[in-house]
């Protein structure tokens, strides 16, 4: 299984849960903000329905490869361009995360120059890159992948990764149970 089928799997999971417990998928609109997500259109921060799109703009983290001047990590660089979506909720045996995605163009560049920020205090503090794609419900603890590795490491914020969760990023999403409680 790659990665796209992992994400889709998930979310439709994702989507599967919301319908089945009568929970709608709603977010508040901003017209300064627009995105595929959308299902409907409403005033300034009416309450409106969304879902995840798969993206099809043929995005791409060369930007931030160049920038660093480093090979992203091909699982984390097909994740982060495969949804436009609002961040996703999620659970596991050790606890509740949201799974980061890019709601629309804009919030892709605002999430590449957040993971070079990312990845330039690693290298000022002489740490492996990781790059982060969850946040967990424990404060300053982040989910990344371990770009040299492609291993799924849980890291506190400014320190060396501390315990892997998972071979690689289809194991852990395929770990995964959707939640419709943030962390």
């Known amino acids: 299984m790659d990665i796209h ?3 889709q799997r998930f979310v439709s999971d994702y989507v599967n849960l919301h319908e089945t417990e009568q929970q709608p998928m709603v977010i508040q609109f901003d017209p ?5 997500c959308y299902q409907s259109f409403g005033e300034q921060n009416e309450w409106v329905n969304w879902k995840p799109v798969r993206q099809d703009q043929g995005l791409s983290l060369s930007d931030f490869e160049n920038a660093l001047e480093m090979k992203i990590d091909p699982q984390l660089a097909d994740y982060f361009t495969s949804f436009w979506s609002d961040n996703l909720n999620a659970k596991t045996q050790r606890g509740s995360l949201q799974l980061l995605m890019p709601w629309n163009a804009d ?3 605002r999430l590449q120059q957040n993971l070079i ?3 330039l205090m690693k290298r000022r503090l002489d740490q492996k890159d990781t790059l982060f794609f969850a946040v967990t419900d424990e404060e300053d603890f982040i989910i990344s992948v371990d770009n040299e590795s492609g291993q799924v ?5 400014g320190l060396e990764p ?3 969760l998972a071979d690689d990023l289809v194991s852990f999403l ?8 943030a962390p």
Request: glycine letters at 0%; aromatic letters at 6%; zero cysteines.
């Open 5 to 7: 089928s992992a994400l």
């Open 32 to 36: 300064q903000w627009p995105s595929p």
């Open 107 to 109: 919030d892709f560049e």
């Open 117 to 119: 920020a990312h990845v």
């Open 153 to 157: 490491v849980l890291e506190q914020v």
């Open 162 to 164: 501390q315990e892997v």
């Open 174 to 181: 395929n770990q995964l149970e959707p939640s419709i409680e």
